[in-house]
């Protein structure tokens, strides 16, 4: 029993460890002035323990933090997968360029208390790594010394001592880099006065945006298609759009691919905003007919919503399911991952898209049988996927890149890694026939889990030396890592307000992005309440893990130099 609460055995450590995260996340539920530091409170529950004594199994430490922070950031590259690349495409060339303007300016600030202070640059390095929370930078910085000092007896003497003093400056630093980061947020929304509502609602605008799915009717006035049918017209444009329902002689019809248009038939279509042009000049005529107009003209049509459950089907164009030709059921739109795509028969399906189909009830019966729309189905988890993602991430991120002129080989490490692999599965997966799919519920629960035990292992890991850096002239340190960590981040969040135009919750995935911050993104998420904020994370956070590491390692050659 003694050994259980005051020794460090693997009971011991685990137990800790728990009573860490669920005293952490307690204390995350306090809100002042309805803004709470959520799960961050985990890393400084840990640090407080950590400093009266309360010790964890150092080796089992180093795993859980690793794990953690894996099934974190794997959780988000899932998550965000199916919508990154039009994410990237819309704005991503930026968000990277204010990124790598983030990690430059927190370079140069470090550089520059180099030369005011006079204190060591290896030491600053540390400070610098731990005042953006980024712990691969820390671990390629204390290589690059000891690899750059190889064989120097000089430095010999010293690299113990000093190498030390890295890593108890990343710790010092670690609390203002995250504290800091929140501040600088918390500020620039009271500064803008941000209406988080309203930011919301335009980033899922700009989300959707000219690739979201609209309902259009028009009437048939070009004569170039009377006469024709459906697949013909289709073929005229490239523009992509369905037809989910005509309208003749006040007679409402769901048509098939064989359906013949004449001269004065009403369609309505759903195709994507930058199309409706398009598709305009095709039919000859936009007419003002809504939604509730067809449901009146024929209220035995009926449109449902249902779930693709079954994993054979992932993979699969929505033209060879034949739904409209089997069924006589039109599917006009397929929604993803929250975000609403354009229902062309090209587009490829997989487990967990939501159907929007028009037809009647009984045939829609007929569908939903077809697709499984099982909600049973969906609870289920697909684990080999994740498993084998994350074994492909970490070999990935162990990959050495070699760069001219620079003696330590820059790797994207255990988070980068997985992260880049989780994007590219959710992405790719369905095209590759790989179920990827996992509830929001479920993949909550994978975030949380990894954010909670990355804090709580980096807290006890940290808070042992924590006051007597501090005490010992590491006061300095926590000044020089808030200036390291609060300038850079400011200023490009006031650059991407006023100058970019970002949008509230593109700064908040920007920053914590650059700044390699998991905790701060946990903040964001659960402080303003959207999960927007993972794709501007995940956009930018390669290009920043592959910078910081670099840049890190290039501050530790000039200062042996």
Not at 227 to 248: Q, Y
Not at 294 to 321: H, N, P, Y
Not at 512 to 537: E, K
Request: charged share 15%; with cysteine; glycine share 10%.
């Amino acid at each position: 029993m003694k050994e259980l609460f005051l020794g460090q055995g693997t009971g011991h450590s685990i137990m800790l460890l728990a009573f860490v995260i669920a005293t952490g996340l307690l204390l995350g539920k306090i809100r002042i002035k309805g803004v709470s530091l959520g799960s961050t409170w985990i890393l400084f529950v840990g640090i407080l323990l950590s400093h009266f004594g309360f010790r964890a199994d150092s080796s089992l430490l180093h795993f859980l933090k690793e794990f953690g922070l894996i099934l974190f950031v794997f959780s988000i590259g899932l998550q965000v997968g199916p919508g990154f690349f039009h994410s990237f495409k819309s704005g991503g060339l930026k968000l990277n360029m204010l990124a790598v303007a983030l990690v430059l300016l927190g370079v140069i600030t470090t550089y520059v208390i180099h030369l005011v202070t006079g204190e060591n640059l290896v030491t600053l390095t540390g400070v610098m790594s731990g005042a953006v929370t980024n712990t691969p930078g820390l671990g390629a910085a204390q290589q690059t010394y000891l690899d750059a000092t190889a064989g120097s007896f000089v430095h010999e003497i010293n690299s113990a001592e000093v190498a030390s003093s890295l890593a108890s400056g990343y710790a010092v630093a670690y609390p203002i880099g995250v504290l800091g980061v929140i501040l600088v947020l918390m500020l620039t929304k009271s500064i803008f006065r941000v209406d988080l509502k309203k930011e919301e609602n335009e980033m899922h605008s700009k989300e959707t945006g000219m690739d979201s799915p609209q309902r259009v009717a028009f009437c048939v006035k070009n004569p170039a298609i009377f006469g024709k049918t459906i697949l013909d017209v289709s073929h005229a444009i490239d523009n992509k759009f369905i037809i989910s329902r005509v309208c003749r002689k006040e007679v409402v019809t769901v048509p098939v691919a064989s359906t013949v248009l004449n001269e004065g038939d009403d369609v309505l279509v759903v195709t994507a905003l930058s199309s409706i042009e398009a598709v305009k000049t095709l039919f000859g005529e936009q007419i003002d007919m809504p939604k509730e107009t067809w449901d009146r003209l024929d209220a035995s049509m009926a449109v449902r919503k249902l779930t693709i459950t079954r994993t054979s089907m992932t993979g699969k164009k929505l033209k060879e399911l034949k739904i409209r030709t089997n069924y006589g059921v039109s599917i006009t739109r397929v929604s993803r991952g929250g975000m609403d795509l354009v229902a062309n028969p090209d587009l490829i399906v997989q487990m967990g898209d939501v159907l929007l189909v028009v037809g009647h009830d009984s045939d829609i019966n007929q569908v939903a049988k077809f697709v499984g729309n099982s909600r049973a189905g969906l609870n289920h988890p697909n684990l080999i996927p994740i498993f084998f993602g994350i074994a492909l991430g970490v070999l990935f991120g162990s990959i050495p890149i070699m760069i001219p002129g620079v003696p330590q080989a820059i790797k994207f490490g255990l988070a980068g890694g997985p992260l880049i692999i989780a994007i590219l599965l959710g992405y790719f997966g369905p095209k590759l026939k790989i179920t990827t799919y996992t509830t929001m519920s479920a993949n909550l629960m994978l975030r949380e889990i990894g954010i909670s035990i990355f804090l709580a292992a980096v807290g006890l890991g940290a808070g042992e030396n924590f006051v007597s850096s501090i005490v010992n002239g590491g006061y300095w340190w926590i000044l020089y890592g808030a200036l390291i960590t609060l300038i850079p981040t400011a200023l490009i969040a006031v650059l991407g307000k006023t100058v970019f135009k970002l949008n509230f919750y593109q700064i908040c995935g920007l920053i914590s992005g650059s700044c390699t911050n998991p905790p701060v993104l946990a903040f964001a998420q659960s402080a303003y309440g959207t999960d927007y904020t993972s794709v501007s994370y995940a956009t930018v956070y390669p290009l920043a893990m592959f910078m910081r590491v670099l840049m890190a390692q290039i501050l530790i050659l000039i200062a042996v130099a």
